[in-house]
């Protein structure tokens, strides 16, 4: 079983994350963000990766450090598990429809982070959760996991759709490219020889 689990704790949070790739989407989240647990629920069930994540962050102070360090820790999850990525599809693609929202989300596990972005929001919050760090949560987990990811909202207009056509979607490129080829035989999938940058 491919499973990682990581403890981070400073002075800003205090984070318990596990996962595991061969799950089947289970989820218990509590990061004290409503609507940032909802989103890491999505992407646990759409991607069936299994996912444990507690957080007691600073939210007296603001959102920022509990948003950043569960996208830093769950990256960092994900990256323990996936070892040396023997085997791994590697790449993944997924259009997201939702309603009158399409998003698409395109990503390689590379090992070279990085983040394009090409979606907004119209309004400053979802739920409690500040929209301005929605973007900052997905840099902050491509750099901890080595991802090459793009993320482009194709048309829409509802803003709670936006969202969850972004995360559906970001859990379904993660399912293709997490997924063992039996054909690859455990080979690593770069001429390289390595994924690790």
């Not at 750099?143 to 793009?150: A, E, F, K, S, V």
Request: aromatic letters at 8%; hydrophobic letters at 40%.
């Amino acid at each position: 079983m491919r499973m990682a689990s990581i403890t981070r704790n400073t002075a800003e949070t205090k984070i318990a994350i596990e996962v595991n790739l061969d799950g089947t989407g289970a989820y218990e989240i509590s990061t004290g963000i409503g609507f940032l647990d909802h989103m890491v629920e999505q992407f646990s069930r759409h991607s069936l990766i299994d996912v444990k994540m507690t957080i007691d962050g600073d939210l007296h102070v603001d959102q920022h450090h509990t948003t950043e360090d569960s996208a830093l820790a769950l990256g960092q999850a994900l990256a323990e598990a996936l070892g040396d990525k023997g085997g791994i599809g590697r790449y993944g693609m997924a259009y997201s429809p939702m309603d009158e929202t399409l998003a698409r989300v395109s990503l390689d596990i590379s090992g070279r982070p990085y983040l394009v972005w090409k979606a907004g929001f119209s309004q400053e919050k979802l739920g409690e959760w500040d929209t301005e760090l929605i973007e900052h949560w997905f840099h902050s987990v491509a750099q901890t996991c080595g991802l090459t990811l793009h993320v482009e909202l194709l048309y829409g207009s509802n803003n709670h759709h936006i969202c969850e056509s972004i995360y559906k979607g970001f859990a379904r490129a993660m399912r293709q490219a997490v997924e063992l080829d039996a054909r690859k035989g455990g080979a690593i999938p770069s001429t390289k020889g390595t994924l690790n940058g």
